[in-house]
């Protein structure tokens, strides 16, 4: 009886650090550019290269968190996911794909009440445009592994309740993604993000492994992000013939 006590503390104490730990980290990157700020950095008056180097900083700097913290836990499921490769990226690929499915339909459904893109599309494409090479390498390596390591595993050591994970992963997955949303009906977004991200989610339950969820984002994002540089170069090229 006592050791069943004792293992219930033990485990409330680890679930409780785990929550803390996340709150945390949430709230660190949400928050980082503050830091920014109080060094006297003005991120509205800074060039777009110099905007990315500082975006760079500030992936180092939470993965090097991740690492560390989860430097065991990292080796020996990237050591399984290579292992079992075909099975991991199964489960990725078919819940990406279902994924991107919901996030197709539920965007066109919300292309009837708003015009253009989200302003995250917007301020993604922006800096695709001004800043190519630095944005697909930060939006293809960087950001996948630590909105992964955030929404995904840190914030699943806090739930028992696999379902619960899932829903509470998509619903701040989406959230993070419609902070910058310019109008109160822009918040809609994150329906589709948050489908997103609920999927992502389902695939790490039913994968046991962090890296399928990381792989499928890097392949996800840098497939969007090439054709977007692309259709960029394309339009240039297609309005030089036209000045000519």
């Known amino acids: 009886m006592e050791n069943d006590v004792n293992t219930n503390v033990k485990n409330n104490v680890k679930k409780t650090k785990e929550i803390l730990f996340f709150v945390f980290i949430l709230l660190f990157f949400m928050l980082f550019e503050i830091i920014y700020v109080a060094c006297g950095i003005d991120l509205k008056k800074v060039s777009s290269k110099t905007y990315m180097l500082l975006a760079y900083i500030k992936y180092f700097v939470f993965i090097l968190i991740f690492v560390i913290r989860y430097r065991k836990y990292l080796k ?21 794909g279902i994924g991107f499915l919901a996030m197709m339909i539920i965007n066109n459904i919300l292309s009837r009440f708003i015009t253009g893109v989200g302003t995250n599309e917007e301020i993604v494409q922006s800096y695709l445009d001004s800043e190519p090479l630095l944005m697909i390498i930060a939006t293809t390596l960087f950001a996948p592994f630590v909105e992964e390591m955030i929404y995904r595993k840190s914030l699943q050591d ?67 992000s090439l054709i977007a540089v692309l259709t960029v170069m394309l339009w240039r090229q297609d309005v030089k013939r036209i000045v000519r």
């Open 76 to 96: 020996e499921k990237l050591k399984d996911f290579f292992k079992n490769i075909t099975k991991h990226v199964g489960i990725g690929i078919k819940w990406w």
């Open 158 to 224: 806090c739930f028992k309740n696999k379902n619960l994970f899932i829903l509470v992963s998509g619903l701040l997955f989406g959230l993070a993604h419609v902070l910058s949303a310019k109008t109160p009906i822009e918040f809609l977004f994150i329906l589709s993000y948050g489908a997103f991200g609920a999927c992502f989610a389902k695939a790490l339950v039913d994968s046991d492994n962090i890296y399928t969820t990381i792989f499928v984002h890097m392949l996800h994002n840098g497939v969007l």
